[in-house]
């Protein structure tokens, strides 16, 4: 077959193909935009180490790359916990340069699911900071989760909360485990299977009034030479019954036209309903408003003052209410003035 073009027909094709010629036929990519300074850039900010086992010497390198045209300081590395270290890394990356910071695992202290971070501190303007993450699952041959059983007591009111811990026995054998002993008899121990040789629950009973702090071990034979003696924790701590925030009130200097009000909220603790009234201010002009928030629980006590107030030189002000609660038959909560700022220093 012959084909034949007119002499305007061919030019206009030739002319198409060199636009497709300017486009597509050289094949080089538009060059990058310089990057001013430096710039951080990780190739992952997480690392899963998958499932292991506690005596596993667990280390992973995160690479880091500078992205800019002026070296990168890397200035500090930090870890949430004690159980990852930092090793030597590469404190400076040239341009366009890359570095490594070596990061260690122990998982002894660990078990079952945990994610760790890791705080990067550099000089990148742009990305001062970064955090890094990992993560493991570490399965132990008996798995006792919580490791510690918190507890927390209302101060002057009995208590009979209790808390369950899960005993899980991974062992390819059957695991029997003897009666639990406690070292506190606040703690009282009571173990339940849950499936004969493979599954158990310790539930920990926190009695009677105890003191501010209190702490306890609960000991737990078991029939397996690995496993040995299991340990779990127990903690309580005294709660108050009733808790005012802020503990004082806190004015400006000088207060202004527009004087502002001042909020403070009480939140009772203890399992009877409180009732509050008589919520005063001991200065002429100052008015209080008491809002329940949540009958019983919750309550804001708004301090209104009147414009340009000042408190008077000598005197001591307070907010004071009344509670139904016998151990806290009167409040009081101070307020008291900033000092004012120094008059700034004249230039000669």
């Keep these: 077959m012959k084909m034949f073009f007119r002499a305007g027909a061919w030019g206009g094709m ?12 050289q094949g080089q990519p ?55 270290t930092i090793g030597a890394w590469d404190r400076t990356v040239p ?6 910071i070596p990061v260690r695992l122990d998982p002894t202290a660990l ?15 742009t990305h001062r900071g970064e955090t890094l993450q990992i993560h493991v699952n570490v399965l132990r041959d008996v798995e006792v989760a919580p490791q510690t059983a918190h507890f927390i007591q209302v101060e002057g009111e009995m208590t009979n909360q209790t808390r369950t811990v899960r005993i899980l026995n991974n062992l390819a054998e059957p695991l029997t485990l003897q009666p639990p002993e406690s070292t506190n008899p606040n703690f009282v121990p009571e173990l339940r299977t849950v499936k004969e040789g493979k599954e158990y629950q310790l539930i920990i009973t926190c009695l009677g009034k105890v003191a501010e702090r209190a702490q306890g071990t609960i000991t737990i034979p078991t029939s397996s030479r690995k496993a040995g ?8 701590m005294r709660q108050p019954a ?3 925030t802020p ?14 009000d001042s909020f403070v909220l009480l939140r009772n603790y203890s399992v009877s309903p409180l009732q509050v009234s008589d919520a005063t201010v001991n200065a002429a002009g100052v008015t209080v408003q008491t809002v329940v928030a949540d009958p019983g629980k919750f309550f804001n006590f708004r301090i209104m003052f009147p414009p340009k107030f000042r408190v008077p030189a000598g005197e001591s002000l307070e907010l004071t209410f009344k509670t139904s609660h016998p151990r806290y038959p009167v409040v009081r909560v101070p307020i008291v003035e900033q000092a004012a700022a120094p008059p700034a220093a004249l230039s000669k």
């Design 95 to 100: 341009a366009r340069g890359t570095g490594k």
């Design 111 to 125: 078990w079952g699911a945990t994610t760790k971070s890791i705080a990067v501190s550099c000089n990148d303007p």
């Design 229 to 236: 003696v299991l340990n779990v924790s127990a903690y309580v």
């Design 14 to 25: 030739a002319a198409m193909l060199a636009g497709w010629s300017a486009v597509y036929g």
């Design 242 to 244: 009733i808790a005012v």
């Design 30 to 84: 538009a060059p990058e935009p310089e990057v001013k300074g430096p710039r951080i850039q990780f190739l992952e900010t997480s690392h899963d180490f998958g499932t292991v086992q506690p005596t596993d010497k667990l280390t992973y390198d995160f690479m880091v790359t500078n992205l800019g045209n002026a070296v990168l300081e890397i200035t500090d590395v930090t870890s949430s916990c004690g159980c990852t």
């Design 247 to 260: 503990a004082s009130v806190s004015l400006p200097a000088n207060l202004n036209e527009a004087s502002p």
